[in-house]
Nanobody
Framework: QVQLAESGGRLVQAGDSLNLSCSASGRPYSSHFLGWFRQAPGKEREFVAGIRWGTGATYYADSVKGRFTISRDKADNTMYLEMNSLRPQDAAVYFC???????????????WGQGTQVTVSS
């Protein structure tokens, strides 16, 4: 069972950039779909971006399209989230999850880590 661990979150100012990492304990299958999610206080966990492990095809929530870039390094079993032009509303705990196929509901993912906190000051 693949377990994931998120890292890279910290306090930044609005407009700054930040890179998050998601390390997998094992090698995801080519058919797997890995996703970044975020959860702000009092809100549900929401889909941010996802990537098909095998093909590298990427998907984004409208709220981050054009600002965030998801990628993966198959050799290191690591997924990344490059976040640019950060806004206060991007502040949340960011999680990564593993799914069997494309999905945006967190219910379709597993292997969650403890998350990494991103704070954006205005």
């Amino acid at each position: 069972q693949v377990q994931l661990a998120e890292s890279g979150g910290r306090l930044v100012q609005a407009g700054d950039s930040l890179n998050l990492s998601c390390s997998a304990s094992g090698r995801p299958y080519s058919s797997h779909f890995l996703g970044w999610f975020r959860q702000a206080p009092g809100k549900e966990r929401e889909f941010v971006a996802g990537i098909r492990w095998g093909t590298g095809a990427t998907y984004y929530a409208d709220s981050v399209k054009g600002r965030f870039t998801i990628s993966r390094d198959k050799a290191d079993n690591t997924m990344y989230l490059e976040m640019n032009s950060l806004r206060p509303q991007d502040a949340a705990v960011y999680f990564c999850g593993l799914g069997n196929s494309y999905a945006t509901s967190p219910k379709s993912f597993r292997g969650w880590g403890q998350g990494t906190q991103v704070t954006v000051s205005s």
